[in-house]
C-alpha cells in the first residue's frame, strides 16, 4: 500500500557538516542570495548547521547555522527556505527546532524584512537595526592618524583580550580562525598598546570587513582604510545603525547603504559587551 508523504512541517531536520557546503550555497542561490561557500565553509566547521532534507530529491529544503557563544549567547544566521517550500511551515519548523536546542541559552540573529515577523512570533525583539554598507573604497574623506600594521601571531593574546572586554563573550573560537578564514588581519595601537583590530575576508567579489572592534570612531575609520588599501575589490561591512559618524564617512568614501537589517535578540534585554566599540561583526550570520 503505498505511503502518503510526510506533511511537510513534520520532517526531521538534521544536523549538517561540512559535506552539506554545496547544498548550502544551493540554497543561498535559490533564494537570490550569494553563494558565499567560503563564509558557509567556516560557519559549518565553526558553528552547528541544521538542515530538512528536500523531500523531493537531492539538496536542502531549508537550513540554518547557530553560532554558541558558551552559555551566553548563540548566534543564529542563514535561515533559508527554498522558494519552491517558501510560506508552508518549514521556517517556522526549522526555527522551533533551533529554539529547542538552544533551551535556556540567550539568542541572537540579523533579520530581513522577510525573516522579522517569523521571529518576532517566536519571541525576539528589535534591539537595534544595522546597515550593510558597500562600494568601492575612494579615499575622499581622510582616516585620523591612528597607526594600523597588520597583526602577528605574538598579537593574538592581545586581540583576544580586547575581543572579549568588547564583545562580552568570549570568542576565541571564531577569533583564532581569522589568521586563516581573512586575507588581512589589522591593529591599530597607541603607545605598543592594541586598540583596536579588523580583519577582511574574501566573499564572492568583495572584501567583508569584520570583526571591526576599535577604541574610537576615528580608530575604526584608520583601520577601514588601510584594509582598503590592501585590495582592489569592492568593500562590504554591516555597520550598528548608531555609529552615524563612521557610517557617515563610509558614505563620503563611497561605501552606501545596500540594506538595513534588524539586531535581534531572545531571552535577553540587550547584546553583552560595548556596542561603542564594536563597529562591525564577523558576520550577520554569526554575531
Ligand atoms: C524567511 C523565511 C526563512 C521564512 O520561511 P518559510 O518557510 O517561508 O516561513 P513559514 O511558512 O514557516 O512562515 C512563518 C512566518 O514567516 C512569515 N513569512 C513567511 N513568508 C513570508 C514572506 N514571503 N514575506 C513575509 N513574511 C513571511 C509569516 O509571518 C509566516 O507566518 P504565517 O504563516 O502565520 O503567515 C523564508 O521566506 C526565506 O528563506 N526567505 C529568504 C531568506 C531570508 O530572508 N531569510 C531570513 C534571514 S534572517
Known sequence: MPTSPTPLAQLPVRRLALEDLL???????????????HKWGLLLTAGTGYGIDDPEGPGLAACSVVTSYGPGLAAIGMVLVAERYACQG???????????????????????????????????????????VRGRFTFAAPAPDVPVRPATAEDLPAILRLDQEVFGLDRTHM????????????????????????????NMD?????????????????????????????????????????????KENGIGTVTTTSVMVRSLPDLPGDWRRRFAPLTVAAG
Open 206 to 250: 568583495t572584501h567583508v570587513i569584520g570583526p571591526l572592534i576599535a577604541r574610537d570612531p576615528g580608530t575604526a575609520q584608520a583601520l577601514i582604510a588601510s584594509l582598503a588599501t590592501a585590495t582592489d575589490r569592492p568593500l562590504r561591512t554591516d555597520i550598528d545603525v548608531r555609529h552615524t559618524s563612521l557610517l557617515s564617512w563610509a
Open 23 to 37: 547544498a548550502c550555497a544551493d540554497l543561498s542561490e535559490n533564494r537570490s542570495w550569494p553563494r558565499e561557500e
Open 175 to 202: 577569533i583564532t580562525r581569522l589568521p586563516a578564514f581573512s586575507d588581512h588581519l589589522r591593529v591599530a595601537e597607541d603607545g605598543g598598546e592594541i586598540i583596536g583590530f579588523a580583519a577582511a575576508w574574501p
Open 90 to 132: 518549514l521556517g517556522r519548523r526549522l526555527m522551533r527546532h533551533v529554539l529547542a536546542e538552544a533551551g535556556d541559552t540567550p539568542l541572537t540573529l540579523y533579520a530581513t524584512a522577510n525573516g522579522q515577523p517569523l521571529y518576532e512570533e517566536l519571541g525576539f525583539t528589535e534591539t537595534s537595526r544595522s546597515e550593510m
